[in-house]
């Protein structure tokens, strides 16, 4: 009798302090998730170290995993911190200061000191070339390869060992672009080089620079991070073809990864957002605001029927005009450090301690107070509690850095631990709010979904001060990103800058989606990923005239782009500018200045897990202990439950921690918290709890 091998898929998220494991067997849905400790100065390394812990201590042959997809905060990590490697910048004559002059615009217009953001690229690393295109892409001067060579050779002499390509209008036509990489990578084939036709041929000749520059400034590190992992991965006998996550919420191959990593800055965030979606969806919730809780910020994504997608997001100092999910930074992280201003104000961030030396509690070598050792001294933290890692809280640690504030102020290190919470809060607050308005969202429509490590520790404090209908802790919040990505599917996007004067001409427009569809579909089909089916997006940028910003619009009809879908795209246009900025000018002129196709490759997914264990609605769970809480000042006897002993139909009041390996989640005293059948923990503020109909678990 033949028997058949499991075949699992895996997930990988890989965080500054833990990387989160998740597992699937894609016969029955069952999962294994864990946490094990990252490794900074080689991150392909804790990913081997979770496939050995997976073999050894799970039983699972690598060689049964058939899928295996992981996101990575290298490329992101390496922009933030700056550590790339030396970059070279080629750009058409008259264009050396690109970068240094961006937009001219001031971080901060009312902040007299402001810095002046660094270029990633000095100038002395910046060489012109004796070429020209007109906006229609026709040639004015013709490129001369001897000037690149030896324009590329004075770099690679000084020092640098990646260049970017940038000449005006590439993104009309991108023959002196393609002449210039094709000439460099024959002739330098250590030299790292991309062009911005490449990444991203949309007109803004500084944005398109910029992503150009930082897939340059980032792509050495992530080759070599990628054959390090391949390398690794054949030594562990883990043969599944290398998959790695985008910012724009799809997935790609890790070669695919190597030659454009600056799609990857954003692509934990965007697993996290995936991964949301799917909680959503397996739960019947789809309106969520995603809530992770990292250590230096709070990522917010927005989840309303789809993931909502941004073609402008910040990373750090600069703008990416490439699509992401639309993934937003607000208040403090666990790792948040507390302190005193000039005038003895309390202060949340944004400095952060980090993974190193991280919070004091950590015990590795932090000694100033952070958000983390404020939840540590209010007692969310049971004595005996080891979390995921094996890390254990040294309260005593946290005691001692709080201290350093609780002297100077003139209080006890409890009222400076609620005080740095509180802090904490209103900063979240102060920002989630004005962030909802400008999606022209209302937080009463949503649910706030914690996830992360530190999520669910917060996600019921700001809710009492937003209003949201309810918080939602799904099953393993801590490994939602890897979850997420397994989920994710094959997607790509791509642009057209559309020729001047042809704004609402069909023909022109009809033109771009079909060369556009047909690129789309070439990308796909030359994806090695099996897919069960496929779906091409149109869509556009459009503004009134003399407007300098654009709103992207969905084509709302199918088939072929004709005078009605223009018609219906134009009304579509008025109907979402509408709903943005509370007006709209039917008769006004609309220009369209993009062309955009998105494409799908929906890739199988393994089946749901089963649902948990269900007792009789309302039955009050059996904690493992009881013990002191500090809630608004004040210390109250607070329950603690262990959430493996959690069935579905559980209901229990505040304040009350549940402990999980992954995370701990805090329910306020004014909270009343319930289990669902597929084991997420929903919490909402007692009065409206009271209000519902009896066993109704959302």
């Known amino acids: 009798m033949t028997t058949t091998r499991p075949t699992y898929r895996l997930g990988i998220d890989i965080g500054g302090t833990f990387t989160d494991l998740a597992l699937v067997d894609e016969a029955t849905g069952r999962m294994i998730s864990f946490k094990t400790p990252s490794v900074p100065h080689d991150p392909a390394q804790a990913i081997l170290n979770g496939v050995i812990e997976l073999r050894d201590k799970h039983g699972i042959d690598p060689a049964g995993i058939g899928y295996f997809v992981h996101g990575t905060t290298l490329g992101l990590n390496t922009l933030l911190q700056r550590n790339g490697d030396r970059t070279g910048l080629l750009v058409t004559r008259g264009f050396r200061d690109l970068l240094e002059i961006g937009r001219l615009r001031l971080p901060d217009p009312t902040n007299y000191y402001v810095e002046r953001i660094k270029p990633l690229v000095a100038r002395r690393d910046v060489r012109e070339l004796d070429e020209r295109l007109d906006i229609h892409g026709r040639i004015l001067t013709p490129l001369d390869l001897a000037q690149v060579e030896q324009a590329a050779a004075d770099l690679m002499a000084q020092g640098v060992n990646s260049v970017a390509v940038v ?20 002739r330098f084939p250590d030299l790292y080089v991309c062009a911005s036709h490449e990444i991203w041929p949309q007109q803004r000749e500084y944005e398109r620079g910029l992503v150009t520059t930082i897939n340059a400034y980032i792509g050495k590190r992530m080759k070599r991070y990628f054959d390090r992992l391949h390398e690794g991965m054949a030594q562990v ?37 995936m991964g949301a979606l799917a909680v959503g969806r397996l739960s019947g919730h789809d309106r969520l605001i995603g809530f992770d809780m990292g250590g230096t910020s709070v990522d917010v994504a927005i989840v309303d029927g789809d993931v909502l997608y941004s073609n402008e997001s910040q990373v750090g100092d600069f703008p990416i005009i490439m699509p992401t999910v639309d993934i937003s930074s607000i208040g403090a992280g666990g790792g948040s450090i507390a302190w005193l201003d000039g005038s003895g104000i309390l202060k949340v961030g944004p400095q952060s301690a980090g993974a190193v030396p991280g919070p004091a509690a950590y015990g590795v070598g932090g000694d100033k107070p952070t958000v983390t050792d404020a939840y540590v001294r209010i007692g969310l933290f049971a004595k005996d509690r080891v979390l995921g890692g094996g890390l254990r809280l040294d309260p005593a640690r946290a005691e001692a850095a709080l ?148 709103l992207t619009v969905p084509v709302p009809t199918a088939g072929s782009f004709d005078a009605a879908g223009l018609a219906a795209l134009k009304a579509a246009f008025h109907a979402a500018y509408e709903v943005i900025y509370g007006f709209s000018d039917a008769a006004g002129a609309v220009e369209i200045t993009n062309a955009r196709v998105t494409v799908l490759g929906v890739t199988p997914k393994a089946p749901p897990p089963a649902r948990i264990a269900q007792v009789a609605h309302g039955t009050a769970p059996v904690p493992r202990l009881t013990g002191p809480l500090i809630e608004l000042g004040q210390e109250v006897t607070a329950a603690f439950y262990d959430r493996t002993t959690l069935c579905a139909g559980h209901v229990f009041d505040g304040p009350a921690v549940v402990e999980a390996f992954d995370t701990t989640i805090y329910v306020p005293g004014d909270f009343t918290a319930e289990i669902d059948a597929h084991g997420n923990l929903i919490g909402r503020l007692r009065a409206t709890a009271a209000t519902r109909p009896q066993g109704d678990i959302a």
């Open 167 to 186: 000449l005006m209008h590439a993104y009309r036509n991108p023959a002196h672009e393609q002449a210039v990489t094709a000439h460099l990578r024959a």
């Open 237 to 273: 006998g883990l043969t599944a073809r290398l998959m790695t996550t985008k910012s724009n919420g799809g997935i790609m191959t890790a070669a695919v990864a190597a030659d454009a990593p600056v799609e990857t800055l954003l692509s934990g965030p965007a697993s996290g957002a």
């Open 403 to 550: 201290q350093t504030l609780a002297g100077p102020m003139g209080l006890t290190t409890a009222e400076v631990a609620q005080g740095i919470l509180d802090v904490t809060t209103a900063n979240m607050f102060a920002q989630f709010m004005p962030l909802m308005a400008r999606k022209g969202l209302d937080p009463r429509d949503f649910k706030l979904l914690a996830y992360g490590g530190g999520g669910a520790q917060h996600a019921f404090l700001l809710a009492r001060e937003v209003g949201v209908e309810a918080v939602l802790v799904p099953a393993s919040p801590g490994t939602l990103c890897a979850q997420g990505s397994l989920g994710a599917d094959l997607r790509q996007d791509f642009i057209r800058t559309l020729p001047p004067g042809s704004h609402g001409d069909v023909d022109q427009m009809a033109a771009a989606f079909d060369a556009l569809s047909a690129e789309a579909r070439a990308w796909l089909a030359d994806q090695p990923v099996r897919m069960t089916s496929t779906d091409i997006r149109l869509a556009a940028d459009m503004r009134y005239h003399g407007q300098s910003f654009d």
